[in-house]
């Protein structure tokens, strides 16, 4: 897959609203970090903002965690969509990983910017498909960039050259779907107070 691809009410509005509860209840067990990206220098550019977020990790397969607790909570925007696409996917093998990251409202100087770009996995293969679904109204859009990562940390000049391709606006139960080689980014809410996303990394047979 090289498109983006986006879709809207994947699951049902009264589920979402349900999910939203749940997730934010205690399904999760959530982990303050100081940045999205773990990057040492948060300002490489004018462009970019980072602050601290949350973060809960149920499925990691390469560190062997898998969270049975809530299970059904957390993939079922993920099911869905692949039983709409005839995709057919192990959750325990095929699913690498699934974490939901819960962002902070930022400084309203920062609305534009982007959280600084990455892919989830590097190197990553062509079949590896990144999913995205956001989880509560709000904004702070994920960007989408030209230019393809090679694992090490970008200049000033780099992220400053950046293209963007696209960008999406969070809605509550919108899925977006690509290929996890595209460079990308999500950014800091300035107008509602979090922003909540599940990030699926998803290997395809």
């Known amino acids: 897959m090289e498109n983006i691809e986006v879709f809207d009410n994947i699951v049902p509005p009264?589920?979402?609203?349900?999910?939203?509860?749940?997730?934010?209840?205690?399904a999760c067990d959530w982990?303050?970090?100081?940045?999205?990206?773990?990057?040492?220098?948060?300002?490489?550019?004018?462009l970019i903002y980072e602050q601290?977020?949350?973060?809960?990790?149920?499925?990691?397969?390469?560190q062997n965690i898998f969270d049975n607790r809530f299970v059904q909570f957390f993939l079922f925007p993920l099911t869905?969509?692949?039983?709409?696409?005839?995709?057919?996917?192990?959750?325990?093998?095929?699913?690498?990983?699934?974490?939901?990251?819960?962002?902070?409202?930022?400084?309203?100087?920062?609305?534009?910017?982007?959280?600084?770009?990455?892919?989830?996995?590097?190197?990553?293969?062509?079949?590896?498909l990144t999913i995205l679904y956001y989880l509560n109204e709000s904004?702070?859009?994920?960007?989408?960039?030209?230019?393809?990562?090679?694992?090490?940390?970008?200049?000033?000049?780099?992220i400053d050259n950046l293209t963007i391709i696209k960008k999406v606006s969070p809605k509550k139960g919108r899925l977006v779907v690509f290929n996890g080689n595209i460079m990308h980014a999500g950014s800091h809410p300035i107008d509602y107070p979090t922003r909540i996303v599940?990030?699926?990394?998803?290997l395809l047979p």
């Open 14 to 26: 009264s589920y979402a609203n349900f999910l939203e509860e749940a997730l934010l209840g205690s």
């Open 31 to 46: 982990r303050f970090t100081n940045s999205t990206s773990g990057v040492v220098d948060l300002s490489p550019s004018h």
């Open 52 to 62: 601290f977020q949350f973060v809960s990790k149920p499925i990691d397969t390469p």
């Open 80 to 128: 869905l969509f692949a039983l709409k696409n005839k995709i057919h996917f192990n959750s325990q093998r095929d699913l690498l990983k699934c974490k939901i990251n819960l962002q902070t409202r930022a400084p309203s100087n920062n609305k534009g910017k982007f959280n600084y770009p990455h892919t989830d996995y590097h190197p990553v293969p062509n079949k590896l």
């Open 139 to 158: 904004d702070g859009d994920t960007y989408f960039f030209k230019e393809k990562f090679d694992g090490k940390e970008m200049s000033k000049d780099q």
């Open 198 to 202: 599940i990030n699926y990394n998803l």
